[in-house]
């Protein structure tokens, strides 16, 4: 698995951005959102029930990303029109606001080192890219466990101070001068 201080991979994948059939793919890579942070998250597959929660919780917060310059992508390996169907029928994913990457060759995943073999799915993976493209954050769960994406916030609050951040800062906080 890719970790802290590597360059996140190239990749060109189609994700979902909006409902309206005429506008709801687009081509996404690693050079999109320039000059900003990027969080990734993958989620295991589309029409399940953990996934749909931390989605949501995702798209709830996704203001205060954008606030703090982050671009909020989630994935997994189903395809761009199985997300679609899945936004179209979820009432808490119809108006998310970040896109879902469709990995269906399985590249980026491997990639990154997050396919689960027995499953052929994505794990529950977070990264934290920096402007520059590098892995800064990375956290995985297993299939069952929910990750919380307040902490995801806070990590990426802490990494954007250039300071050491004691255990359980949070922003505004006093950070640590030594």
Not at 4 to 28: H, M, Q, R
Not at 113 to 118: A, C, H, M, N
């Amino acid at each position: 698995m890719l970790s802290v201080g590597e360059k996140f991979p190239n990749f060109e994948l189609t994700a979902t951005v909006d409902l309206d059939p005429k506008k709801a793919f687009e081509t996404i890579t690693e050079a999109s959102y320039p000059g900003k942070w990027k969080v990734y998250f993958f989620w295991p597959m589309d029409f399940t029930f953990v996934c749909p929660t931390e989605i949501a919780a995702f798209g709830a917060i996704n203001k205060q990303f954008a606030e703090r310059g982050a671009q909020v992508l989630g994935g997994s390996t189903d395809s761009q029109f199985v997300h679609l169907a899945w936004r179209e029928h979820h009432p808490q994913l119809k108006n998310l606001p970040f896109p879902m990457l469709a990995d269906v060759k399985h590249d980026l995943a491997e990639q990154l080192g997050i396919l689960d073999l027995k499953a052929g799915v994505c794990l529950r993976a977070t990264f934290i890219v920096d402007p520059e493209g590098v892995i800064r954050f990375v956290s995985v769960n297993d299939l069952p466990v929910g990750r919380n994406p307040e902490e995801v916030l806070r990590v990426l609050d802490a990494l954007q101070t250039g300071e050491l951040c004691p255990c359980n800062w949070q922003k505004g906080e006093e950070t640590l001068h030594v």
